[in-house]
């Protein structure tokens, strides 16, 4: 069953992810291999593994360090056969690393985010190959759970620090996810800005008239969400202008 449900999940991710073409056809061209293409034992090309991207009402990631790469990453590891669904396997994943309850987490998404493939090098009695990891996002919805010493909550400058650019990226997007889902719970235009900054993303796309519509936010404010649209639309530019067209 978990073969033709991923297959079913890929078809879907790509109808809305054209920038990741190329990583979902290569997990297509993998998942043809079969049953043995979800678990670790699977070295051509490689195999898949799911993560955890874990927020908390302040908008951070939760992180773990991992003492051979030297860098804080998210949770996430192996699938197992006895995972009844990829979504499973992400929450066992979690449990294990993290020490979370799966009952202490609300996933943002019913499939994951993003698909990331990255290389592993080769180690002991393992060859080189590659991890296609399965993204889900969480929201930690029990306020009181604790964290253990080898993990942390970071923002996005804090991320950007201290892990590498898949993670920074895979953050950015599953932290867009993270704003759209609170736009059930009405939060203030301020709030929603500050958990913007915080997550480097931006406020969910027409939140601000729909504020504006439950007079919630007054025009000053409506300025001040376009302003900051604005401001980090000009960064991205600017940040993605070769670095040779500066130099003048």
């Not at 991207?53 to 302040?58: K, P």
């Not at 992400?90 to 943002?108: D, F, G, K």
Request: charged share 25%.
């Amino acid at each position: 069953m978990l073969i033709p449900h991923l297959q079913q999940q890929l078809n879907h991710f790509i109808e809305t992810h054209r920038d990741r073409e190329a990583e979902v056809a290569a997990s297509l061209e993998l998942l043809a291999q079969g049953q043995k293409s979800l678990y670790r034992d699977c070295f051509s090309p490689g195999h898949f593994t799911v993560s955890t991207f874990v927020f908390n009402d302040d908008a951070e990631l939760l992180v773990l360090f991992h003492p051979k790469l030297k860098k804080w990453l998210q949770p996430g590891g192996h699938m197992e056969r006895r995972d009844r669904s990829i979504l499973a396997a992400a929450l066992r994943e979690l449990e294990e690393e993290t020490a979370l309850a799966a009952s202490s987490v609300r996933p943002l998404h019913e499939s994951f985010f993003d698909v990331d493939i990255h290389a592993i090098p080769a180690f002991g009695h393992e060859p080189a190959h590659q991890h296609f990891d399965l993204r889900y996002a969480f929201v930690l919805q029990d306020a009181e759970a604790r964290i253990e010493k080898n993990l942390k909550w970071m923002d996005a400058k804090a991320i950007a620090q201290h892990s590498d650019l898949s993670v920074q990226n895979s953050q950015k997007k599953s932290s867009t996810i993270f704003l759209e889902n609170l736009r059930s719970v009405h939060l203030p235009t301020e709030s929603m800005v500050r958990l913007a900054l915080i997550s480097n993303s931006k406020p969910p796309r027409g939140y601000c008239s729909e504020a504006i519509k439950t007079n919630n936010c007054g025009r000053l404010k409506a300025f001040a969400v376009l302003l900051f649209i604005f401001v980090r639309h000009m960064q991205t530019l600017r940040n993605n202008t070769p670095a040779e067209a500066n130099d003048w």
